[in-house]
């Protein structure tokens, strides 16, 4: 029931900016934690950054860290990917993601198993 539209990808320079936007179906994108994933061609999909649900822990992948800035409006049903000092090597197609509840233990998730919902993707191309 819950669809995931990603927007905001296209081809930039490195050392460019690019700001995704993901936004989300229903009444209940509250309850999601979230994540941007992404995928090069011939390779597996990774994480990128997750955020848990209300937005107050986020993790980005070390190749990211310190670049890359995942936030969230929940009242806008709207999960946001700030994308600075891009490089050749973040060229991927970039999904977001949703979990359809969390854990007793965990509020946010790490892994490709560990969501429910997806986007069909977004173009990254970063060129040299």
């Given amino acids: 029931q819950v669809q995931l539209v990603e927007s905001g990808g296209g081809l ?15 009444r209940t994108f509250s309850t999601y934690p979230m994540g941007w994933f992404r995928q090069a061609p011939g390779k597996e999909r990774e994480i990128v950054a ?7 822990s986020t993790y980005q992948a070390d ?15 709207t999960m946001f ?7 050749p090597e973040d060229t991927a ?3 977001c993601a949703g979990r359809r509840s969390p854990t007793y233990y965990s509020d946010i998730y790490y892994n490709t198993r560990d969501y429910d919902y997806w986007g069909q993707g977004t173009q990254v191309t970063v060129s040299s």
């Fill in 12 to 26: 930039v320079q490195a050392g460019g900016s690019l700001r995704l936007s993901c936004a989300a179906s229903g």
């Fill in 50 to 56: 997750v955020i848990s649900r209300g937005g107050g």
């Fill in 63 to 77: 190749s990211v860290k310190g670049r890359f800035t995942i936030s969230r409006e929940n009242g806008k049903n």
């Fill in 81 to 87: 990917l700030q994308m600075n000092s891009l490089k």
């Fill in 93 to 95: 197609v970039y999904y």
